[in-house]
């Protein structure tokens, strides 16, 4: 479901990082690995959700925060991007990400690990987002370096939305 950019209240704040990053030295992700391959490392950061409905995060992520559709091979994986996030949605007990481990534990959706969009208005984002029917884990909190709201997807996957003290 793509939307229209000016529906979405993230889609005019600039992605830059708060300071400037030094080309890296080598590390065991980037150096070769034993026999053939090397990590590869362009930059993106990726992150695994475990999600109820994949079709239902698709529309979720789409709609309140902007992301791009990159594949939907498959109703129980997805991937999708922003800027040079790169979100993979799986379902339990399917593909890779979503099989039970060694000790019979199945991933499941939820928790507090999160990912975070830092925006420019924060109290305007939640308002906008609220309106729109987003649900939040909490209220706008305000801490010490900045103040952050919590955002959950259907499955109750949190996404911080963060606004840096100015």
Known sequence: MQTDDSDNPLASVPLEPVQELKEAEPTPLTKPLSGNGTMHNDGTVSIRYIVDD????IAF???????ELVMHPAPPFAILSL????LLLSQPGSGGGGRAMLDGSSPKPGGWDRFQITVNDLRSSYKTLKEKG???KSDIIEGI???????QDPSGNLV????LKK
């Not at 994949?54 to 995060?57: L, P, S």
């Not at 911080?160 to 606004?163: D, G, P």
């Open 54 to 57: 994949v079709g239902e995060a």
């Open 61 to 67: 992520y789409q709609e309140f925060l902007g992301f």
């Open 83 to 86: 800027g040079n996030l790169r």
């Open 134 to 136: 987003a649900r939040f």
């Open 145 to 151: 370096g900045g103040d952050q709201a919590l955002l």
């Open 160 to 163: 911080e939305l963060f606004e």
